[in-house]
């Protein structure tokens, strides 16, 4: 079955620790993209990429990095840069760059204390 | 600037029909999605309104207005399952990336 796959799907880390977390898709899309939502909120735009070895930041991309060294895969890091990381992280991809139908993952629910 | 409103909360009866509003404000706009998440999963696409009109799926339907800058979901013969939050997207902006509302939790009722 294809689809797009998040792990862990909870993490816990403390303060100032760099974490990466994991999407990988097999649906052979284009475009993949991160996103973060907090209670009672909508999603918003941490990074997308449109192809292998591209990405461009979101509308809060202040303490996270991604990479796109494979078609499949887009890890993403959180850094000790971000301020205030504790959410929950959803990755999603599409068939190509600026498609209205995303396929999202389910989710992995950080904490950082 | 971007930005979109819709309800927080809208109840419902099992059996009834719903209507959950949209409005948007973006610089650019190429259509109005709508995505259905249940508490702690993923989000889940349920329509796409690019031209103005009513689209039909099933027992949901998705209406847009583009002089109005207004768009609907509208669920029919509510079962306790629809129970989520619904939230609307546009694609537009300058960089034609989806922009999500704050989303509408549906609470249905037995």
Redesign the interface.
């Known amino acids: 079955d294809g689809g797009i796959t998040q792990s862990p799907k909870y993490l816990f880390r403390k303060e100032g620790q760099n974490v990466t977390l994991s999407c990988e898709q097999n649906l052979n899309h284009d475009a993949m993209y991160w996103y973060r939502q907090d209670p009672g909120q909508g999603l918003r735009l941490i990074y997308y990429s449109q192809i292998v070895n591209d990405f461009q930041k979101g509308d809060i991309a202040e303490g996270y990095s991604v990479s796109r060294e494979k078609k499949e895969s887009f890890p993403l890091t959180v850094t000790s840069a971000q301020k205030n990381p504790t959410a929950f992280y959803l990755c999603a991809s599409a068939k190509r760059e600026g498609s209205y139908e995303q396929y999202f993952g389910p989710g992995t629910r950080l904490t950082v204390t | 600037g971007q930005s979109?409103e819709q309800p927080?909360e809208v109840t419902a009866v099992e059996g009834a029909i719903v209507q959950i509003n949209c409005t948007y404000q973006t610089s650019g706009f190429?259509?109005l999605?709508w995505y259905q998440q249940h508490d702690?999963?993923?989000?889940?696409?349920l329509s796409?309104n690019a031209l103005d009109g009513l689209e039909e799926t099933g027992r949901f339907s998705s209406f847009l207005s583009r002089s109005d800058s207004y768009g609907y979901l509208l669920l029919q013969e509510l079962q306790m399952k629809d129970s989520a939050s619904y939230?609307c997207?546009v694609?537009g902006g300058a960089?034609?990336?989806?922009i999500?509302?704050?989303?509408t939790l549906l609470a249905v009722q037995p």
């Open positions: 979109l927080s190429y259509g999605s702690g999963g993923a989000p889940t696409f796409y939230f997207a694609e960089t034609n990336k989806l999500f509302g704050t989303g």
